[in-house]
């Protein structure tokens, strides 16, 4: 068993920046890729951002690249997402997750662990 807890979300405004922390208890993930998904009201769950199990590899959605930066620290059992240049439309509830590999993968069925998610709400 593992469980993932997400914090640092917030209320910012437009152009402002956050740093979500996601942070796992109860088993390692250090071998595992690890990703971070948002999802909007009325809008299904969308990839944000993947860190491979060495950190070695990242991914970003379009949307979010060039802004947003993934990175973990396995020795915290520790995944951030650092969120610069805020935009109301990165308003969403934000998810880790863990991968049930060690690659970097975009799709919700790669992941098997996930956590209960934290607010961000950019004003404009």
């Known amino acids: 068993q593992g469980q993932l807890v997400e914090s640092g979300g917030g209320l910012v405004q437009a152009g402002g920046s956050l740093r979500l922390s996601c942070a796992a208890s109860g088993r390692a993930f250090s071998n595992n890729a690890m990703g971070w998904f948002r999802q909007a009201p009325g809008k299904e769950r969308e990839f944000v951002a993947a860190?491979?199990?060495?950190?070695?590899?990242?991914n970003y959605a379009d949307s979010v690249k060039g802004r947003f930066t993934i990175s973990r620290d396995n020795a915290k059992n520790t995944v951030y997402l650092q969120m610069n240049s805020l935009k109301p439309e990165d308003t969403a509830v934000y998810y880790c997750?863990?991968?049930?590999?060690?690659?970097?993968?975009?799709?919700?069925?790669?992941?098997?662990?996930w956590g209960q998610g934290t607010q961000v709400t950019v004003s404009s």
């Open positions: 997750a863990a991968s049930r590999g060690a690659l970097v993968a975009v799709a919700t069925r790669n992941y098997g662990y």
């Open positions: 860190i491979s199990w060495s950190g070695g590899s990242t």
